[in-house]
């Protein structure tokens, strides 16, 4: 497709269900990020992928949260165990992977509600 | 983690009116950026800025990168509704190093 992807739109679960969430890049795009917005706040950064390098995963808050990208294209955020404070937009974005002035596409997001 | 201060939280206007908003930051960013989000959707990139001093226009919108590179401010001239939205700042450290602002609230009253 021509832009980032997302599924699903949205994902209502159970607290302490686990729930994966998936990231189509733009073809082409070896950087891929990873995004937390709760209501009101700005993007929270959680993880990066570049390439094959080892991905910068500072951002992750707790070891329920990891990530994954499979042949340097899709990748799969996964939170187990979720909690109500899980509950916000996932926000997927990649972009070309140049050293400067790079610009980062984002995907439409995933809302989670964690009941 | 680093700290963008956006300003102003919310902001309400009659149509054809500008619009400032800003963002500053304690650290030194190599690039700043401005987004726009519409609801259910993704943050959309409206104008990067990668020198200090650097002052860029996209139609409506004006974006200057501070001197400092601590700052940058978004105008928006004679506002329309489909401005309405939330704009962040954004600044990028090195490398893949992005830090957002908590983003300005904006609407637009006809």
């Known amino acids: 497709g021509a832009g980032v992807s997302q599924s699903p739109s949205n994902k209502v679960t159970e607290k302490g269900k686990d729930v994966e969430l998936r990231c189509d890049p733009i073809?082409?795009?070896?950087?891929l990020y990873w995004y937390r917005q709760s209501l009101g706040q700005g993007l929270e950064f959680l993880i990066y992928?570049?390439?094959?390098?080892?991905?910068?995963k500072s951002g992750l808050p707790s070891d329920r949260f990891s990530a994954e990208r499979t042949g340097g294209s899709v990748s799969t955020l996964t939170i187990q165990r979720t909690q109500q404070e899980d509950s916000a937009v996932y926000l997927c974005?990649?972009?070309?992977?140049?050293?400067?002035?790079?610009?980062?596409?984002f995907g439409p997001g995933t809302r989670l509600l964690v009941l | 983690g680093q700290q963008l201060n956006q300003s102003p939280q919310s902001m309400f206007i009659q149509e054809g009116e500008d619009v400032s908003m800003n963002c500053t930051s304690s650290s030194i960013f190599n690039t700043w950026l401005w987004y726009k989000q519409e609801p259910g959707e993704g943050p959309v990139l409206l104008i990067a800025l990668y020198k200090a001093g650097e002052l860029t226009s996209n139609g409506r919108l004006t974006a200057q990168f501070g001197i400092t590179r601590k700052d940058s401010f978004l105008n928006i001239s004679a506002s329309i509704p489909s401005d309405v939205g939330i704009y962040f700042c954004?600044?990028?450290?090195?490398?893949?190093?992005?830090?957002f602002g908590t983003g300005t609230s904006l609407t637009v009253i006809p």
């Open positions: 073809s082409g795009h070896t950087a």
């Open positions: 974005a990649s972009s070309l992977g140049r050293v400067s002035r790079e610009t980062q596409y």
């Open positions: 954004a600044g990028q450290l090195a490398g893949n190093q992005f830090y």
């Open positions: 992928f570049q390439g094959n390098s080892a991905p910068d």
